[in-house]
T-cell receptor, first 112, second 111 residues
Framework: DAGVTQSPTHLIKTRGQQVTLRCSPKSGHDTVSWYQQALGQGPQFIFQ???????QRGNFPDRFSGHQFPNYSSELNVNALLLGDSALYLCASSSGPDQTQYFGPGTRLTVL | KQEVTQIPAALSVPEGENLVLNCSFTDSAIYNLQWFRQDPGKGLTSLLL?????REQTSGRLNASLDKSSGRSTLYIAASQPGDSATYLCAVEGGSYIPTFGRGTSLIVHP
């Protein structure tokens, strides 16, 4: 079992650009959540996908959007990047009654 | 709005000490509370999950307790080891099913 995987591991972008981050959930998991973690802070919930639909959303602007595919993998898209979007982006998967979230290693995004 | 506070923010102890990390939350209407470990620049590893109906969970040298009425949880680490050095985060999941994390306790266990 490969666990939760994320790509790429690091990314450098400039202000105004767009970025797409990818996540493959743990085998057997159908729910994917995305988090943003700024340096020295706890993760902030962005949104959660289940059955290809956005089920919950945190307090993030519409510049942050996502998608879940039929194989349960997911993408996070961020448009019009700002310097403040620089952070570690974490993906977590879970399934059914087991509420334990399993996290991937994250994607480090730097916006210059 | 749920707020989660973790105390202390940082802790440095000699190997072998027993430790208590604290987590408090403002809204007691929660479904569960989860403790995580995070190594520098890495993702999170789940340590223990306590359902709202439970009082505590144990795994090896780790024991987590939950007191919903007072809005508190503690993570007890017995006989600490240098490999325990990491940031420990607690997360509370309430009625919105949106987890709220604390800022973490950074732990260093020196030999």
């Amino acid at each position: 079992d490969a666990g939760v995987t994320q790509s790429p591991t690091h990314l450098i972008k400039t202000r105004g650009q767009q970025v797409t981050l990818r996540c493959s959930p743990k085998s057997g998991h159908d729910t994917v959540s995305w988090y943003q973690q700024a340096l020295g802070q706890g993760p902030q919930f962005i949104f959660q996908y289940y059955e290809e639909e956005e089920r919950q959303r945190g307090n993030f602007p519409d510049r942050f959007s996502g998608h879940q595919f039929p194989n349960y993998s997911s993408e996070l898209n961020v448009n019009a990047l700002l310097l403040g979007d620089s952070a570690l982006y974490l993906c977590a998967s879970s399934s059914g009654p087991d509420q334990t979230q399993y996290f991937g290693p994250g994607t480090r995004l730097t916006v210059l | 709005k749920q707020e989660v506070t973790q105390i202390p923010a940082a802790l440095s102890v000699p190997e072998g000490e027993n430790l208590v990390l604290n987590c408090s939350f403002t809204d007691s209407a929660i479904y569960n509370l989860q403790w995580f470990r995070q190594d520098p620049g890495k993702g999170l590893t789940s340590l223990l999950l306590i359902q709202s109906s439970q009082r505590e969970q144990t795994s090896g040298r780790l024991n987590a307790s939950l007191d919903k009425s007072s809005g508190r949880s503690t993570l007890y680490i017995a006989a600490s080891q240098p490999g325990d050095s990491a940031t420990y985060l607690c997360a509370v999941e309430g009625g919105s099913y949106i987890p709220t994390f604390g800022r973490g306790t950074s732990l260093i266990v020196h030999p």
